[in-house]
């Protein structure tokens, strides 16, 4: 039973990417996921989370989409315009539900963290 997360990447300001969140051993499916960074010397934030719902942190609205694909038991995050202050390590979790700072609460399993370095 595991997430992996993959998708790491060194890219300049205003590019793209995308990250994966790729369970085996269970179904992701009727699990809230959610993306969470951790910025050098700072605390892990929530960045996304989907259940039934989709859910945004400020800082990346209208920037970022997640979303789930069900028969590949996976789940996204598109990336685009991103910005330095992106920068960071994500994780994604697999939880009971999506809550405040949109954040995946009651967090089953955790992916490996996967690099992101917004840089010119």
């Known amino acids: 039973v595991q997430l992996q997360a993959s998708g790491a990447g060194l890219v300049q300001p205003g590019g793209s990417l995308r990250l994966s969140c790729a369970a085996s051993?269970?179904?992701?499916?009727?699990?809230?996921i959610g993306w969470f960074r951790q910025a050098p010397g700072k605390e892990r934030e929530g960045v996304s989370c989907?259940?039934?719902?989709?859910y945004y942190a400020g800082p990346v609205q209208g920037r970022f989409t997640i979303s789930r694909d069900n028969a590949k038991n996976t789940v996204y995050l598109q990336m685009n315009n991103l910005k330095p202050e992106d920068t960071g390590t994500y994780y994604c979790?697999?939880?009971?539900?999506?809550?405040?700072?949109?954040?995946?609460?009651?967090?089953?399993?955790w992916g490996k963290g996967t690099l992101v370095t917004v840089s010119s």
């Open positions: 051993g269970f179904t992701l499916d009727g699990y809230a």
């Open positions: 979790g697999a939880g009971i539900i999506c809550g405040l700072g949109s954040r995946a609460y009651g967090v089953d399993y």
């Open positions: 989907i259940s039934s719902s989709e």
